[in-house]
């Protein structure tokens, strides 16, 4: 299963697109700051991540304050076929 779901501030947002067929499309960045448990020491875990927000969810997004934190569902996948890096698409926030 490859779900995500995770707390995170918007700190960065592309304006809304469209793709050649009319999909609402908008890219961002996402900040996550948390303590975790590691091995039974509490660990500062923080990191930005790239975003993809598209279709109907994208208009609600688009609006979202910058700096507002959300808790975001969404999934991992490639950003484009050969590459390696991953994007996190939000599927709800």
Do not use: C, W
Not at 26 to 51: C, D, N, P, Y
Not at 52 to 81: C, D, M, P, W, Y
């Amino acid at each position: 299963m490859n779900q995500l779901q995770i707390f995170a501030n918007i700190i960065e947002r592309d304006i809304l697109r469209y793709t050649p067929a009319g999909v609402p499309v908008v890219s961002a960045k996402l900040m996550h700051s948390s303590k975790q448990m590691e091995a039974g020491i509490e660990r500062l875990v923080e990191f930005e991540m790239t975003a993809l927000v598209v279709g109907e969810i994208s208009g609600r997004f688009n609006h979202a304050e910058l700096g507002s934190a959300h808790q975001f569902t969404g999934f991992l996948a490639r950003k484009s076929r050969n590459s390696k890096s991953l994007v996190f698409h939000i599927i709800d926030f």
